[in-house]
């Protein structure tokens, strides 16, 4: 995470952005009032997509036994339906 103050984070926001965005490198702004973090909208979506699916019930459990689960007893991934 980069740390800048708002000072030099108006002085670079173009750079500061962009290396956001290619390397999804958040930004923590310092400012007097307090601080705020930008983060890329690839992050941003990841973090919404994660948080939704952990309001799905038992879906951890589901994930960790399917982890357990041998490949013996999976299905080929060509004669998966979708």
């Not at 962009?18 to 705020?36: L, S, V």
């Not at 890329?40 to 939704?52: K, P, R, V």
């Not at 309001?55 to 589901?62: A, C, F, G, S």
Request: with cysteine; aromatic share 8%; proline share 5%.
């Amino acid at each position: 995470m980069l740390n800048t103050n708002i000072t030099n984070f108006r002085k670079n926001i173009f750079g500061m952005l962009e290396q956001t965005i290619k390397y999804n490198e958040p930004i923590n702004i310092n400012t007097k009032d307090g601080n705020a973090v930008v983060i890329s909208e690839e992050d941003y979506n990841g973090l919404m997509e994660t948080l939704y699916l952990s309001t799905i019930p038992n879906l951890k459990e589901k994930i960790l036994e399917g982890i357990k689960t041998p490949l013996s007893e999976c299905v080929p991934e060509n004669e998966v339906e979708w």
